[in-house]
Structures are given as C-alpha cells and as structure tokens.
C-alpha cells in the first residue's frame, strides 16, 4: 500500500496508541489520523487514576496534553465502543451501529481486570480497578461502607488498599502467597513490603484465598467467605488478582478478512511478530493486548503490560509504518517501577524471586527497615545482571548501560554514589552498602570520588 494519505485508525487512546499517532504524525504530515476510545474523550495518565481517588488530583490534571493538542496536530478523536471489525471491507462497526473504514488498523485495547468465576464476583460493591469507568465505580461503591476487602498481592491490590486507607476505610488484604509478591520479589524484600503493609494498618492475611462473595437481598456485598470457611462482614470487595487483554470483542464475534477466509490469531492476547504484525494484512496490535509469538528476549514475557514498554511498543511501530526499513521491536533491559504506599521501588534488569546457582547476590537493607537494594551478579563474570531497589531512586540511564554493557558488579558498586538519583539533602548510602559488601566478603573496595563538576550535574556513567 501506497503510504501517502493513508487512513490510520488507532482503537485505544492508553500510552501505546497515543505513543503511535503522535509519532506517526512526526514522520508522516500527510496522514489521516484517528484514535477511538469509549474510555475518555482525552489521552490521560493511567498510573493517576489513584490519586483522583485520594484526592491528590483531579482529572484535568492527568492529561499530559491540552484539550487543543490533538487539533493542532491534526490527530482526530472519537469517542465510540467498537463492537465488531469487518476486515474483508475494512470497517470498524461501533456500538451505536456507526461504521468507520480503515487503511491500516492499529490495536491498542489495553487490559481488563481478571476475574475467576467465584461465587458472587458480580455483585454490586465486587470490581477490578484499571479503567476511568472502574474509577468512577469505586467512588460509587466505597460511599459510607464500613469495611473492604481486597483480593490478590499485586500491584493494583496495594493502589488500592492505599487509596481506601486514604479515607480511613478499614481493608482486610487477601494473599494467597506466603509473602506480599513473592511471585516477583525476593524473600527479603516480601518481608520488607510485609511489615510495611501492617504498619499503614491494614489487616494484611497472608496464605488466605477468597472462596465466595456474600451478597444481601439486594445484590450488595455483604460479606465475603475464605477457602477456610472464614467470614468476613464488608461492603466492598477489590478484585485485584492481575489483569489479562482486553480482547473479549475479537473473541466473542468471528472477524473474517478475505484472504483465505481467515481470523485475527488470539491466545491470551493478540497474536503478533517483533514488527507487531498480526495475521490479517494492515492489521498490527500494540500495548497489553499484544501477544508475541516469541518472548522479545530471554528475561521478557510474551505478553508486556508495563506503561514503558506500551510506549515502545507504540514508538516502534509508528518507525515502522512511517519507514522504508522496518526495524523489529527490541525491548532493551528490562526496568519497572511502583510505590508500596510510601516506599517506591525500581528494579532494572534480571532479578527473579529465585535465581540459578550461576548468580550471587547482594543484599543491604538500612536499620530502619525502608530502604534496600538488591544486586544480581554472575559468580563466574562478576557481571551485573539485575538491581531491585527500595526508598532509593536510581538513576535509569546508569543501571540501562551498566547492565546492557556488561559491566564488572564491583565497578558499579565503587561508582553507586554516581547512580543516585535521591533528592537534595537525601541521606547517601553508598558507602553502607559498599561497607557490607567488605565486610562479606574480606575487601577493601573504597567509593570512586567524583569531581566538584560531577558533584554539581549529577554523573552519568
């Protein structure tokens, strides 16, 4: 196809899809560009949608764009539902029976919260948190109740415990793990997070599994039952087990493209290769809904529902369709970050819960309790592999090139007063961790100084 004047249509206005048209229209000003959601009229900051609730923010604040950008930019949105994609016409057919025809289609549909069929899961006061509309529920929902219950140790379980603890509304936090996130954190810092839970006073069950939703005469929740044939009395219950592709419209009505008769390839999510094709000609997936045929590396899932790598995703392929040379979508080192009510977390790189008898760790963790840092090294390279940090802002940049490059662990740990990124008058601890490590170990390694000019920009390594 002809790349002039071409009819892109983008189904999603999150990070991937907008990532994907403002990039698209850097490259390509002849374009017709378009960006439906039945969400919210504007792109805004998903990670926000917490601190409306809190009262912190309100909705206009979480827009990154103004009202008039999209018009500036000649990027045109509509506010609709799709409800079925004709591929063989090349329509898009929405809720209210509208239609809209497409030259290349971009799926960008998100996630959608999971549920797992327990008794009573869709009774009123019992929800998931991802979307603005789920936002809008919960306000509903949480009016003048006297107790919640949350249901899963992730990361969307403990915004939300935040967010209820906010206004003083009692949580009992069901986990069915041993520890908070034990599937992803090491032992050391699940205890951490742990303690940190029950200190804000929420009422932290750890090894407890939801077995029913209770509901009163009226469909509300009333109380919620446990595996162990516990009780629990409440009037709210945060369905927070994970999130899977929002992709129940492509399942639940046969899309059929012309070629050979054929539908859109779906697992879990939407089946693509490392250009985020799809089967189905000019049809491409972005963002949580896209499935990889092939994990993007080795340390990488097939499915990536992470806000950074949504605006990859979308970066990459706006090169693509706007580029004589496709590339394939190469995802880097893998870095994440979150906040445990008040102790913010980053983690670059390889760092599983448990690791191969080929890799060493160090870990250092401050008397306070609050702030830690785990390395991962080879014990055969002395590479660093991994870092996971707690109450300690690193520097991205730093971590990106000391892993990617295969840096000696000790060159990082002698030069970590480099990757710091704390603010002003933050308490360094550098040389505590450096200091644990001797001590380990039997050395002598002492911190690599910087220059006043070093001190004044803040290093790079």
């Known amino acids: 196809m002809s790349k002039a004047n071409r009819n892109i249509v983008i189904i999603g206005n999150g990070i991937s899809g907008v990532t994907c048209a403002r990039h698209i229209r ?17 792109f805004f900051s998903r990670t926000a949608l917490m601190y409306i609730y809190m009262g912190h923010m309100k909705y206009e604040h979480t827009k990154p764009y103004e009202d008039w950008f999209w018009e500036k930019n000649r990027i045109n949105l509509k506010r609709a539902w799709v409800e079925k994609i004709d591929f063989e ?22 996630s959608k919260p999971n549920k797992f069929g327990w008794p009573g899961q869709d009774l009123k006061g019992a ?28 990361l969307i379980g403990i915004e939300m415990a935040e967010m209820l603890n906010s206004r003083k509304i009692p949580v009992t936090f069901l986990v069915r793990e041993k520890n908070f996130w034990d599937n992803i954190l090491p032992l050391e810092e699940s205890k951490m997070i742990n303690r940190h839970i029950l200190e804000h006073h929420i009422d932290l069950r750890l ?20 595996k162990t044939g516990e009780k629990i009395d409440c009037q709210f219950v945060g369905l927070t087990v994970g999130v899977s592709p929002n992709i129940e419209f492509l399942r639940t009505k046969p899309l059929e493209s012309s070629e050979n008769n054929k539908t859109i390839q779906t697992n879990r999510g939407i089946i693509v290769d490392m250009f985020f094709k799809t089967n189905i000609p000019d049809v491409y997936a972005i963002g949580d809904c896209a499935e990889f045929q092939e994990a993007p590396a080795t340390d990488r899932k097939n499915i990536e529902q992470v806000w950074y790598t949504g605006r990859m995703h979308g970066e990459t392929l706006a090169f693509n369709l706007t580029s004589d040379k496709p590339v394939p979508y190469q995802p880097g080192v893998w870095f994440n970050s979150a906040k ?17 008898e080929e890799y060493e760790s160090l870990y250092w963790e401050d008397e306070g309790g609050k702030i830690a840092i785990r390395f991962l090294y080879g014990k055969s390279d002395m590479k660093i592999k991994g870092v996971n940090a707690f109450g300690w802002r690193l520097r991205h940049d730093y971590f990106d090139k000391a892993i990617s490059e295969g840096w000696m662990f000790e060159k990082v740990l002698t030069h970590l007063n480099k990757a710091s990124f704390n603010p002003e008058f933050f308490k360094s601890h550098h040389k505590a961790v450096l200091d644990h490590y001797n001590n380990q170990k039997g050395k002598s390694l002492k911190v690599h100084k910087m220059s006043f000019i070093q001190k004044l920009i803040g290093s790079r390594a």
């Open 26 to 42: 850097k490259k390509d000003e002849s374009a017709q560009i378009t960006i439906i959601s039945g969400e919210t009229d504007h």
């Open 89 to 110: 016409e090349k329509a898009l057919i929405f809720s209210n029976k509208e239609s809209m025809t497409y030259d290349v289609l971009v799926l960008a549909t998100g």
């Open 127 to 154: 929800q998931g948190m991802y979307s603005y509309q789920d936002l809008e529920l919960m306000e509903s929902n949480t009016k003048d109740i006297s107790r919640a219950v949350i249901v899963g140790g992730g």
């Open 207 to 226: 090894e407890t599994e939801l077995g029913e939703i209770i509901g009163d005469e009226s469909g509300k929740v009333k109380a919620i039952k446990t």
């Open 340 to 356: 445990f009510f008040d102790i913010e977390y980053q983690t670059y790189g390889f760092v599983p819960p448990v690791w191969p």
